[in-house]
T-cell receptor, first 113, second 112 residues
């Protein structure tokens, strides 16, 4: 049963446009994440948020930014998309300690044309 | 920092055969180990987990083995069936640092 909800499922946009993806979790978890999964299925963590504090920010281009209104929501904004941003973006949540399961949403597939 | 290498990237076996996917890691302080399954068109779901203190876990037709000496984690499938066709990812985290480090994934195909 899905407990991490992402919208939209798919998005096609042109280079230079701004996009925003939404994510909500109903598990009461205190940590949320955004991952990028490329065409080769490689998973790269982009951001994680714990109690409104950014914990991890890998070498992600500045055009990407996470936005959180509360611990149940973590949106992802891309200011000016590039062709290499085409990928599946996976939102996830966990209780934040190292031994618990990470729950993933179904992903948003972004295609930049 | 921790590095995780997963092999093979692709694996094709016949229905009923066994399959093994392996991850090696570098940090001896790694404590929590996970295997996730991603079916075609779906998201990742936890398949199994093992802790440094337990070293083995079984269920759903899979066995997870942890060799701490060699820093190797394996996912062993004893008798493949079509529903096992999916991408599998290992993930490793330390006890003190909760960051998960992911393997690069293995696409497993079960042939009839």
């Amino acid at each position: 049963e899905t407990a991490v909800f992402q919208t939209p499922n798919y998005h096609v946009t042109q280079v230079g446009n701004e996009v925003s993806f939404n994510c909500k979790q109903t598990l009461g978890h205190d940590t949320m994440y955004w991952y990028k999964q490329d065409s080769k299925k490689l998973l790269k963590i982009m951001f994680s948020y714990n109690n409104k504090q950014l914990i991890v920010n890998e070498t992600v281009p500045r055009r990407f930014s996470p936005q959180s209104s509360d611990k149940a929501h973590l949106n992802l904004r891309i200011k000016s998309v590039e062709p290499e941003d085409s990928a599946v973006y996976l939102c996830a949540s966990s209780q934040g300690d190292g031994n618990t399961e990470v729950f993933f949403g179904k992903g948003t597939r972004l295609t930049v044309v | 920092g921790e590095q995780v290498e997963q092999r093979p990237p692709h694996l094709s076996v016949r229905e009923g055969d066994s399959a093994v996917i392996t991850c090696t890691y570098t940090d001896p302080n790694s404590y929590y180990f996970f295997w996730y399954k991603q079916e075609p068109g779906a998201s990742l779901q936890l398949l199994m987990k093992v802790f440094s203190s337990t070293e083995i876990n079984e269920g759903q037709g899979f066995t997870v083995l942890l060799n701490k000496k060699d820093k190797r984690l394996s996912l062993n499938l004893t008798a493949a069936h079509p529903g096992d066709s999916a991408a599998y990812f290992c993930a490793v985290s330390e006890d003190s640092n909760y960051q998960l480090i992911w393997g690069s994934g293995t696409k497993l195909i079960i042939k009839p």
